[in-house]
């Protein structure tokens, strides 16, 4: 358990320190030894986790969707919670704005950017095809449209939040976007029960955040227990990173349920 718990933390020290040389250097420009460098691990730990710096960057454009959210009774209610909380992470964490810095680098040209967004699209594709299933959405929505339609919209609105004022309003412009978006797609039911509040994603993080603590603290239990003792068993809950309560400083135009 202690190598796993190692192997994790080395992994998203790099990942960290890729993502740091990525958003200062460009993509074209960074190097491996300069990662190195950064994370302060051997090239045999780097090569461990990625193969390459193509390899890198996509663990670094993953790191936009790597948090699992609270399941809720609407699914458009989780395609809210996403983009809210994408909102969120992008003003508090570095390793998520430098993902989507990364995906829209223009200058990049050696690197598929697609990845991430076609992950962004998966992700808001499945929510949207679950919430038909489920009559939350009008008829005529064209689900694979509606959900491209979302991320380039989303993509836009966070680049202007950073261009005009580094990111400090982009849960209110997410918010707005949701406002002027979701009723021309859902039934009008549904529409009025979704949360669309500006706070909304820092109480969702709050939640996930408390949970992991509970979930850590019980594997400490269990670990420590004596030989053949009893634990009850909780549910696994994923480990999320730290959200800090504050705005983060400027940072370089890095892009929901979600580059």
Known sequence: MARQERAIRTRRTILEAAAAVFDERGYTSATIGEILDRAGVTKGALYFHFGSKEELAVGVFEEQLAIALPPQSSKLQELVDSGLVMARRLRSEPLVRASVGLALDQGAMDLDRTP??????????????????RGELLQHVDVAETAELLVGSFSGVQLLSHLRCQRQDLERRVVVLFEHFLPSITVPAVLARLDISVDRAERLLAQVWREGEAA?????????????????????????PSVPSGPSGPSVPSVPSGA
């Open 216 to 240: 850590v603290a019980v594997e400490a239990s269990v670990s420590s227990a004596p030989s053949g003792t009893s634990v009850p068993s909780v549910p696994s809950v994923p480990s999320v």
């Open 116 to 133: 991430a967004f076609r992950m962004w699209i998966d992700q808001n594709t499945q929510l949207l095809t679950e919430a038909k299933a």
